[in-house]
C-alpha cells in the first residue's frame, strides 16, 4: 500500500524559513513525479510545486515562486519543501502527493504537516 | 489559469438519495478532471481521474461523467460515510487547479 508521510511543519515567524519532508513507501518511489499542495484553515485546496521523477524539472505557483523550492532524494525514497521568506498567507497545511505514473492524475495524498506563520 | 467552479457550494440529502454535483473549467481540458474527497480532519482522497475512471478500491457508488468545460461527480446512493467536501481538481495544464468544493451532509 502506498505511504506518505510529511514531517518538519511548526511555528516560525514571518520571514524565517522551513524545510518539509515526506517519506514515501509501497511503490517506486523514483517512478513518480511528487507534489505540495496547501489549504489554509478553513478554506481550499491550493497546489503548490511539482517535481519530476528525476529531480530535473520543477515548477511552482506564481504565489512561491522564488521563496520555495522543491528537491527530492531518490536512494532514501523523501520529497523535501524548502520555503523561505514565509509570510503569515503561507500559513496552511502541507500535504505531499504523488502523481500517478500511469494516469497523470493526483493519485495518493499524505496526512499533512501544519505550518503557521506568526509572530 | 484555468478556473474550476463547483456547484453547489453544499447539498444535504437523506441517506440513500441519489446525489449530483457539477464542476466547470474556465477553458477546454479535454478529460483531464479528478476528483477528491475530503473528510473532516482528513487529507483528501482520489475518488476519479479522467474524468470518469473509478480510483482502485473507490465505491461503486461514485461515478463521474463529463469532457471539455463541463464535468458531474454522483453518489448514487448516499451513506452517512460520505459526508464530506468534494473537490475537483484539473490536471490539463500548470498551475493544476481545484475548485472550491461541495459540502455533502446528511439531512
Known amino acids: 500500500e502506498v505511504y506518505l508521510v510529511e514531517s518538519g511543519g511548526g511555528l516560525v515567524q514571518p520571514g524565517g524559513s522551513l524545510r518539509l519532508s515526506c517519506e514515501g513507501s509501497g511503490f517506486t518511489f523514483s517512478s513518480n513525479y511528487m507534489h505540495w499542495i496547501r489549504q489554509a484553515p478553513g478554506k481550499g485546496l491550493v497546489w503548490v510545486s511539482r517535481?519530476?521523477?528525476?529531480?530535473?524539472?520543477?515548477i511552482y505557483a506564481d504565489s512561491v515562486k522564488g521563496r520555495f523550492t522543491i528537491s527530492r532524494d531518490n536512494a532514501n525514497n523523501r520529497v523535501y519543501l524548502q520555503m523561505n521568506s514565509l509570510r503569515a498567507e503561507d500559513t496552511a497545511v502541507y500535504y505531499c502527493?504523488?502523481?500517478?505514473?500511469?494516469?497523470?492524475?493526483?493519485?495518493?495524498w499524505g496526512q499533512g504537516t501544519l505550518v503557521t506563520v506568526s509572530s | 489559469d484555468i478556473q474550476m467552479t463547483q456547484s453547489p457550494s453544499s447539498v444535504s440529502a437523506s441517506v440513500g438519495d441519489r446525489v449530483n454535483m457539477t464542476c466547470r473549467a474556465s477553458q477546454d481540458i479535454n478529460n483531464w478532471l479528478g476528483w477528491h474527497q475530503q473528510k473532516p480532519g482528513k487529507a483528501p482522497k482520489l475518488l476519479i481521474y479522467a474524468a470518469s475512471s473509478l480510483q482502485s478500491g473507490v465505491s461503486s457508488r461514485f461515478s463521474g461523467s463529463g469532457s471539455g468545460t463541463d464535468f458531474t461527480l454522483t453518489i448514487s446512493s448516499l451513506q452517512p460515510e460520505d459526508v464530506a467536501t468534494y473537490y475537483c481538481q484539473q490536471a490539463e495544464t500548470f498551475p493544476a487547479t481545484f475548485g472550491q468544493g461541495t459540502r455533502v451532509e446528511i439531512k
Open positions: 517535481i519530476n521523477s528525476l529531480g530535473s524539472g520543477t
Open positions: 502527493a504523488r502523481e500517478s505514473a500511469r494516469s497523470y492524475h493526483i493519485d495518493y
